[in-house]
């Protein structure tokens, strides 16, 4: 399963997001699953770069891949960044909507508080 997390600041904007595991939907170049989740990850993030011009910091893995972490502590309060942010939250949230047992979509959010609020 591929558990995406969401880290959020408490003025409601993403700070970060992490997709961590495999769909093993089917097997790899068959796994829909996964090519959709590859998919627009990526072209959020090469959107973000290249269409607003923000710079992140990434953090994936090399030969297995099942890991990746944008960062974008440094840039949330650019709106573009947070609209294209938030395009690929709701994509994938309609992704596990249909694949729910591939895919888990989960909000970090900071509370004033103190400690984290975890939304499925």
Not at 7 to 27: R, W
Not at 37 to 58: H, M, P, Q, R, Y
Not at 66 to 95: E, R, V
């Amino acid at each position: 399963m591929i558990q995406a997390q969401f880290d959020f600041n408490p003025e409601g904007k993403i700070l970060s997001f992490t997709l961590q595991g495999h769909a093993d939907f089917d097997e790899s170049g068959k796994d829909i699953v996964c090519s959709a989740v590859s998919a627009l990850s990526f072209t959020s993030l090469n959107s973000i770069e290249a269409l607003v011009g923000v710079d992140f910091n990434l953090n994936q893995a090399d030969q297995e891949g099942g890991y990746l972490k944008a960062d974008f502590s440094q840039s949330w309060d650019n709106p573009d960044c947070q609209l294209l942010l938030n395009h690929l939250l709701l994509g994938l949230q309609g992704i596990e909507e249909n694949y729910g047992e591939y895919l888990k979509v989960n909000k970090n959010t900071n509370n004033p508080g103190g400690g984290n609020h975890v939304e499925n």
